[in-house]
């Protein structure tokens, strides 16, 4: 069964931009978290979907949105791009939404490096 | 709000060394724990987990057990190899939320020395 995938991998953006990034769950997963990864903050959770709708969402500005489509595939957008958004941006899926019990299978990460 | 404090790194060992990285939480509730694993250039990788207070979880060699009266789920190995080396995570899931929100602390480098 192929993993959790994220496009794209690299990504060069300048300040200003937006840009979009894209995961794919494990088939038959209908949960897709996002979490972003710098050296100063560590991981920081940025927002959860299951089935379309958005059911968690952490401490981050309006510029960070997210959607999840029908098939589960989920993407995440950032507009107007600061440097500090430079980070790696890490998708997780799993079967539902249940921290306690469900592992969460994590995906490479899309690296943005914003100029 | 939830919190996860883990030792700093980086820890350097010698393969076959006995290893142990300190993870402490602070939470309402019942959290479940865990341990993740990145190696370099990878996403994060399930390493254990446990649910309940007492539990251990164990996997490839490594062990942690949830302890509730000191809150700690300290991540421990008999022996590492070189191939260990990577950055560790202790995380927790939030006990009053329903969904996957995971609190994570700030990583342990382990590198392991032939």
């Known amino acids: 069964k192929a993993g959790v995938t994220q496009t794209p991998r690299y990504l060069i953006k300048t300040r200003g931009q937006q840009v979009t990034l894209s995961c794919s769950p494990i088939?038959?997963?209908?949960?897709v978290s996002w979490y972003q990864q710098t050296p100063g903050q560590g991981l920081q959770f940025l927002f959860e979907?299951?089935?379309?709708?958005?059911?968690n969402k952490g401490n981050f500005p309006g510029r960070f949105s997210g959607r999840q489509f029908s098939n589960s595939r989920s993407e995440m957008n950032v507009s107007t791009l600061e440097l500090g958004d430079s980070a790696l941006y890490l998708c997780a899926s799993s079967l539902i939404p249940s921290g306690r019990q469900e592992t969460q299978y994590f995906g490479p990460g899309t690296r943005l490096l914003v100029l | 709000g939830n919190s996860v404090t883990q030792m700093e790194g980086p820890v350097t060992l010698s393969e076959e060394a006995f290893l142990t990285i300190n993870c402490t939480y602070t939470?309402?509730?019942?959290?479940?724990l865990f341990w993740y694993v990145q190696y370099p250039g990878e996403g994060l990788q399930l390493l254990l987990k446990?649910?309940?207070?007492?539990d251990k979880g164990s996997n490839k060699g490594f062990e942690a057990t949830y302890r509730k009266e000191t809150t700690s789920f300290h991540l421990e190995k008999g022996s590492v190899q070189v191939s260990d080396s990577a950055v560790y995570f202790c995380?927790?899931?939030?006990?009053?939320?329903?969904?996957?929100?995971?609190?994570f602390g700030g990583g342990t480098r382990l590198m392991v020395k032939p």
């Open positions: 979907y299951f089935s379309e709708t958005q059911r």
């Open positions: 446990a649910t309940k207070a007492d």
């Open positions: 995380a927790l899931s939030d006990p009053n939320n329903a969904g996957n929100m995971l609190t």
């Open positions: 939470a309402t509730g019942y959290p479940s």
């Open positions: 088939s038959g997963h209908r949960s």
